[in-house]
């Protein structure tokens, strides 16, 4: 169905009636294995706080002579 010629070929040689039944016999024709799920990992999310901006190079931002940089760093450490 994504190649045009193939598309054009299947639309010239059925009626509009016929599309839905032919794409699902189609689809049903497919024959998907099942997923094997005793092999997969659970993945453990451990959520991260939100921080307001970063430090730059392991320094503390508090340290930083930009006064945005201080400010932000303030309210990160109040939760805001």
Not at 14 to 31: C, E, G, K, L
Not at 37 to 66: C, D, F, H, M, N
Request: aromatic letters at 8%; charged letters at 20%.
């Amino acid at each position: 169905m994504q190649d045009p010629f193939y598309m054009n070929v299947f639309v010239q040689n059925n009626q509009v009636s016929q599309w839905r039944p032919t794409i699902d016999a189609i689809y049903n024709a497919i024959d998907l294995q099942p997923k094997d799920w005793s092999k997969v990992k659970p993945i453990s999310y451990k959520p991260q706080p939100i921080r307001s901006r970063t430090a730059t190079l392991g320094a503390p931002v508090a340290s930083s002579e930009e006064p945005m940089d201080r400010i932000a760093q303030h309210l990160g450490n109040m939760g805001i």
